[in-house]
């Protein structure tokens, strides 16, 4: 059976459901929610002939009938002219009223509804517009007739709807509409404005593929009318298009990251902001610009708006994400600075020269930052500037000896960065690896300190109850004590068997050495003798020395062992004294265990 | 799921489960209505109220693929003095300062791209092309409805057949009341009997025996 496919999810589900992890309504509910990818992949699937045909057939007999009426229109009386495009205005707008009724906002069929209601829109108006002819403006038809189409996209939440109205728009700016009309330009964004809180509503409804469709048809409508528009001026307005791009761009960085929608905010943003600034590095964009002979009202106070704009939203949405944003917010306040600088007859290489660096330093970060993983688009992005950059120098300006200075440290910073990135992501390979290996299971865990302690144990296997941290010197111990040297057992001739056998032959003589220490911690607990205790007074150290049997066990070990592993550094006088014979054991009776009764 | 707007101070949306919904509705249902009686009363306003002009014109016959009811509308006189001393572009919308010459006829003062101060009538116009101080315009009132079997008699006219468009201006749009050769309707142009008759009247009459389409009394006085 092939994965991801309806059958395979069935099958998935119903193995859930037999399961237990997933009730029969929960079961429903999955299904009736890919239902409608299996209405979309039917819908996908290749029509057949004779549907095709039909369709071919349908459009044909259309056609006959718009030719026919075309030489009977002119017998058409004014009157019924008017009628009918007043019922066929009636009869969609009755549609997208019923679409409402029924509450299929949103769905294949609204789409369906809003686009007819948008088409009956064209089609009435034009009826009416060539029998009451006083002349044909194409702009202004497409744009009454976009107006008059826009309350459908918020009734029906239609993209479709949306979409014809962002082409009518273009269409109304590519044939000079905002030239001619009241407003200008301004009224261009006011138009564009007004789709903006279909966003909302969209948010409203979760509906994320109208979302995606929304930002990608809003971002890419923008720009393109941006640039349309940007055609009539006597100069290009690089401010305004710059403080527009990272307006877009800090929209975009409000949306949360992982949503598709926030996408292409901040990608056209970032695309457009650098454009704008790389339009700036060019000699002949600033003298559009000292040759502007009027104050410019609507692009001032535009401009001054999205400056507004930015800074709220610094302020307020753009927290998490600082430096990116940071870095771009600053292309508008270089290019309003460079514009007060050249409209203040102050005219000179600043503004190049400022662009240019900062351009540069945009190329360098974007660069960086794609050497970080899953960040591949940024590297490109860094690409994409650095040769704009240079084609820039190369076609936009003359040739300067400043040119090859700034390849120079650009490249020389690429290097730099390179590296500096090479070593760190070694190292977070390094550090990622030791992390996984903690990942493991406990088992697994268990089974690598095994083999690392059998690694780091002595030839000599250590006795169990051997602790490293333990053997460390106590400094709490007495002084009297650290010089005391206890025997191993192996030197004591007590192995394993031999203490066992010790303690159980001489139990009443000496203190057994406890086989589990975690069990039975070890106390060291002289016994005093109730009687005569002044007079059979015995120093500790003595004492000690000769009666192994109390002295816990690893005390005496750990010594051995820190005279083994530690070699002297410096040469030590006592380096050359001759070892300490072997001293004969005497397992003698403690002066103490005849003393209180406890043994005999 | 996490939806946050992007500018959280700003709560411009329209929910299509609001309360008013219907309301809205009602509103864009008769806006939608109102434009389309817009168009229709705008045409007839200027057509009852507009001002009465006599322009020289030509008819052409349109080309489509459909075919059409109406015939294209040229007027020779589209060139003029630019009045400002900015340069108009291609396709700006410019004003046609315009009065009336000692025979009645529309005469073109000059072009602008703001409306004329002296109250004069002006008709609204489009930049063909701009040359030494002197603009090419074109005014949008350029069809004549016309059936189509009588649109085949423009063949038959002559060069010097004296075309004359009776139109209506007000506040700078135009409507084509009728367009008259020899004084002769163009709807009557196929009727070739009462062409000749009017070809030959022209052509015993002198220039200024010539009579003209409206009567005097129709045309405003001149404004002081």
Same mark, same amino acid.
């Given at each position: 059976?092939?994965?991801?496919?309806?059958?395979?999810?069935?099958?998935?589900?119903?193995?859930?459901?037999?399961?237990?992890?997933?009730?029969?309504?929960?079961?429903?509910?999955?299904?009736?929610?890919?239902?409608?990818?299996?209405?979309?992949?039917?819908?996908?699937?290749?029509?057949?002939?004779?549907?095709?045909?039909?369709?071919?057939?349908?459009?044909?007999?259309?056609?006959?009938?718009?030719?026919?009426?075309?030489?009977?229109?002119?017998?058409?009386?004014?009157?019924?002219?008017?009628?009918?495009?007043?019922?066929?205005?009636?009869?969609?707008?009755?549609?997208?009223?019923?679409?409402?009724?029924?509450?299929?906002?949103?769905?294949?069929?609204?789409?369906?509804?809003?686009?007819?209601?948008?088409?009956?829109?064209?089609?009435?108006?034009?009826?009416?517009?060539?029998?009451?002819?006083?002349?044909?403006?194409?702009?202004?038809?497409?744009?009454?007739?976009?107006?008059?189409?826009?309350?459908?996209?918020?009734?029906?939440?239609?993209?479709?709807?949306?979409?014809?109205?962002?082409?009518?728009?273009?269409?109304?700016?590519?044939?000079?509409?905002?030239?001619?009309?009241?407003?200008?330009?301004?009224?261009?964004?006011?138009?564009?404005?007004?789709?903006?809180?279909?966003?909302?509503?969209?948010?409203?409804?979760?509906?994320?593929?109208?979302?995606?469709?929304?930002?990608?048809?809003?971002?890419?409508?923008?720009?393109?009318?941006?640039?349309?528009?940007?055609?009539?001026?006597?100069?290009?307005?690089?401010?305004?298009?710059?403080?527009?791009?990272?307006?877009?761009?800090?929209?975009?960085?409000?949306?949360?990251?992982?949503?598709?929608?926030?996408?292409?905010?901040?990608?056209?943003?970032?695309?457009?902001?650098?454009?704008?600034?790389?339009?700036?590095?060019?000699?002949?964009?600033?003298?559009?610009?000292?040759?502007?002979?009027?104050?410019?009202?609507?692009?001032?106070?535009?401009?001054?708006?999205?400056?507004?704009?930015?800074?709220?939203?610094?302020?307020?949405?753009?927290?998490?994400?600082?430096?990116?944003?940071?870095?771009?917010?600053?292309?508008?306040?270089?290019?309003?600075?460079?514009?007060?600088?050249?409209?203040?007859?102050?005219?000179?290489?600043?503004?190049?020269?400022?662009?240019?660096?900062?351009?540069?330093?945009?190329?360098?970060?974007?660069?960086?930052?794609?050497?970080?993983?899953?960040?591949?688009?940024?590297?490109?992005?860094?690409?994409?500037?650095?040769?704009?950059?240079?084609?820039?120098?190369?076609?936009?300006?003359?040739?300067?000896?400043?040119?090859?200075?700034?390849?120079?440290?650009?490249?020389?910073?690429?290097?730099?960065?390179?590296?500096?990135?090479?070593?760190?992501?070694?190292?977070?390979?390094?550090?990622?690896?030791?992390?996984?290996?903690?990942?493991?299971?406990?088992?697994?865990?268990?089974?690598?300190?095994?083999?690392?302690?059998?690694?780091?144990?002595?030839?000599?296997?250590?006795?169990?109850?051997?602790?490293?941290?333990?053997?460390?010197?106590?400094?709490?111990?007495?002084?009297?004590?650290?010089?005391?040297?206890?025997?191993?057992?192996?030197?004591?001739?007590?192995?394993?068997?031999?203490?066992?056998?010790?303690?159980?032959?001489?139990?009443?003589?000496?203190?057994?050495?406890?086989?589990?220490?975690?069990?039975?911690?070890?106390?060291?607990?002289?016994?005093?003798?109730?009687?005569?205790?002044?007079?059979?007074?015995?120093?500790?150290?003595?004492?000690?020395?000769?009666?192994?049997?109390?002295?816990?066990?690893?005390?005496?070990?750990?010594?051995?062992?820190?005279?083994?592993?530690?070699?002297?550094?410096?040469?030590?006088?006592?380096?050359?004294?001759?070892?300490?014979?072997?001293?004969?054991?005497?397992?003698?009776?403690?002066?103490?265990?005849?003393?209180?009764?406890?043994?005999? | 799921?996490?939806?946050?707007?992007?500018?959280?101070?700003?709560?411009?949306?329209?929910?299509?489960?609001?309360?008013?919904?219907?309301?809205?509705?009602?509103?864009?249902?008769?806006?939608?209505?109102?434009?389309?009686?817009?168009?229709?009363?705008?045409?007839?306003?200027?057509?009852?109220?507009?001002?009465?002009?006599?322009?020289?014109?030509?008819?052409?016959?349109?080309?489509?693929?459909?075919?059409?009811?109406?015939?294209?509308?040229?007027?020779?006189?589209?060139?003029?003095?630019?009045?400002?001393?900015?340069?108009?572009?291609?396709?700006?919308?410019?004003?046609?300062?315009?009065?009336?010459?000692?025979?009645?006829?529309?005469?073109?003062?000059?072009?602008?791209?703001?409306?004329?101060?002296?109250?004069?009538?002006?008709?609204? /116009?489009? *930049?063909?092309?701009?040359?030494?101080?002197?603009?090419?315009?074109?005014?949008? %009132? #350029? $069809?004549?409805? =016309?059936?189509?079997?009588?649109?085949?008699?423009?063949?038959?006219?002559?060069?010097?057949?004296?075309?004359?468009?009776?139109?209506?201006?007000?506040?700078?749009?135009?409507?084509?009341?009728?367009?008259?050769?020899?004084?002769?309707?163009?709807?009557?142009?196929?009727? /070739?009997? *009462?062409?000749?008759?009017?070809?030959?009247?022209?052509?015993?009459?002198?220039? %200024? #025996? $010539?009579?003209? =389409?409206?009567?005097?009394?129709?045309?405003?006085?001149?404004?002081?």
């Amino acid at each position: 059976m092939r994965r991801n496919t309806n059958e395979w999810l069935d099958h998935k589900v119903t193995d859930w459901v037999s399961k237990g992890w997933i009730t029969e309504e929960a079961r429903e509910k999955i299904r009736k929610s890919y239902g409608r990818d299996e209405q979309r992949t039917s819908f996908l699937t290749p029509l057949p002939l004779y549907a095709f045909l039909s369709a071919l057939g349908f459009a044909a007999v259309v056609m006959a009938v718009i030719w026919g009426l075309s030489q009977l229109w002119y017998y058409v009386s004014v009157p019924a002219r008017m009628t009918l495009a007043g019922v066929l205005l009636l009869v969609t707008q009755a549609g997208v009223g019923l679409a409402m009724f029924q509450k299929r906002q949103g769905s294949a069929a609204a789409e369906g509804i809003a686009l007819v209601h948008c088409l009956g829109i064209f089609v009435v108006l034009a009826m009416a517009e060539q029998t009451f002819y006083i002349g044909w403006d194409a702009a202004s038809y497409v744009i009454t007739c976009a107006v008059l189409c826009l309350p459908v996209v918020y009734f029906l939440c239609s993209v479709a709807a949306l979409v014809v109205y962002d082409l009518s728009l273009l269409y109304w700016t590519a044939s000079g509409g905002p030239v001619n009309t009241f407003g200008g330009m301004g009224l261009l964004w006011l138009l564009l404005l007004l789709a903006v809180p279909f966003y909302n509503t969209l948010i409203g409804l979760r509906d994320e593929r109208r979302l995606s469709v929304f930002s990608w048809v809003m971002t890419i409508t923008v720009f393109i009318a941006f640039g349309l528009a940007a055609q009539t001026t006597e100069y290009i307005p690089f401010l305004l298009l710059g403080s527009l791009a990272v307006t877009i761009m800090l929209v975009g960085y409000s949306i949360d990251i992982h949503q598709s929608w926030g996408v292409p905010f901040r990608w056209f943003g970032r695309f457009a902001a650098v454009g704008s600034l790389l339009i700036s590095c060019l000699p002949f964009a600033w003298d559009g610009i000292a040759q502007v002979q009027n104050f410019h009202w609507t692009t001032d106070l535009v401009t001054v708006l999205l400056f507004v704009s930015m800074a709220g939203m610094m302020t307020k949405t753009v927290k998490k994400r600082l430096w990116s944003p940071a870095l771009y917010v600053v292309i508008p306040v270089i290019l309003a600075f460079e514009t007060i600088l050249v409209r203040s007859a102050l005219y000179s290489s600043i503004p190049l020269i400022l662009s240019s660096l900062y351009i540069v330093v945009l190329g360098v970060y974007e660069t960086a930052q794609g050497f970080k993983p899953d960040h591949q688009a940024h590297l490109k992005f860094g690409i994409v500037i650095f040769v704009s950059v240079v084609l820039a120098f190369v076609f936009g300006t003359h040739f300067s000896p400043l040119a090859p200075i700034l390849a120079i440290i650009v490249l020389a910073l690429i290097v730099f960065q390179f590296r500096r990135m090479q070593k760190d992501k070694k190292t977070a390979t390094q550090r990622a690896s030791r992390r996984a290996k903690l990942r493991h299971s406990a088992a697994r865990v268990r089974n690598d300190d095994a083999l690392a302690a059998e690694e780091q144990a002595p030839e000599e296997e250590l006795p169990v109850w051997y602790s490293p941290e333990e053997n460390k010197p106590d400094e709490t111990v007495e002084e009297w004590m650290k010089d005391v040297r206890i025997p191993s057992p192996a030197e004591l001739g007590l192995g394993e068997s031999g203490i066992e056998a010790s303690s159980d032959t001489n139990s009443s003589k000496a203190g057994s050495v406890p086989a589990n220490t975690t069990d039975s911690p070890m106390v060291f607990t002289l016994s005093v003798p109730a009687e005569s205790t002044e007079n059979d007074f015995v120093p500790p150290r003595q004492v000690i020395r000769e009666t192994t049997e109390a002295v816990p066990q690893q005390m005496a070990v750990s010594q051995e062992k820190a005279k083994e592993k530690s070699p002297a550094v410096t040469e030590s006088p006592w380096s050359h004294m001759k070892p300490e014979p072997k001293r004969k054991k005497h397992f003698t009776q403690s002066p103490w265990s005849h003393q209180g009764g406890k043994s005999e | 799921m996490k939806f946050s707007p992007p500018l959280q101070g700003i709560h411009l949306s329209f929910s299509p489960e609001g309360r008013h919904r219907w309301l809205v509705f009602g509103l864009v249902v008769l806006i939608q209505f109102a434009a389309l009686a817009y168009v229709g009363w705008r045409w007839h306003n200027i057509y009852v109220d507009g001002i009465p002009y006599q322009w020289r014109a030509v008819p052409r016959l349109e080309i489509s693929t459909f075919g059409t009811d109406y015939v294209r509308v040229v007027f020779p006189e589209d060139t003029t003095q630019w009045l400002d001393e900015t340069p108009p572009e291609v396709g700006q919308q410019i004003y046609v300062a315009i009065s009336r010459d000692a025979s009645g006829l529309m005469k073109v003062e000059g072009a602008s791209a703001s409306k004329p101060d002296s109250g004069s009538d002006y008709m609204r /116009a489009e *930049v063909v092309s701009y040359e030494d101080g002197r603009v090419q315009f074109q005014v949008g %009132f #350029d $069809r004549y409805r =016309l059936s189509p079997e009588m649109a085949d008699g423009i063949y038959s006219l002559r060069t010097d057949d004296s075309i004359i468009a009776s139109i209506r201006i007000k506040r700078g749009e135009g409507v084509i009341e009728g367009i008259f050769v020899n004084g002769v309707p163009l709807e009557q142009l196929s009727n /070739a009997a *009462v062409m000749d008759k009017a070809r030959a009247e022209k052509a015993g009459r002198s220039l %200024f #025996d $010539r009579p003209h =389409l409206v009567d005097s009394g129709m045309v405003p006085p001149k404004e002081e």
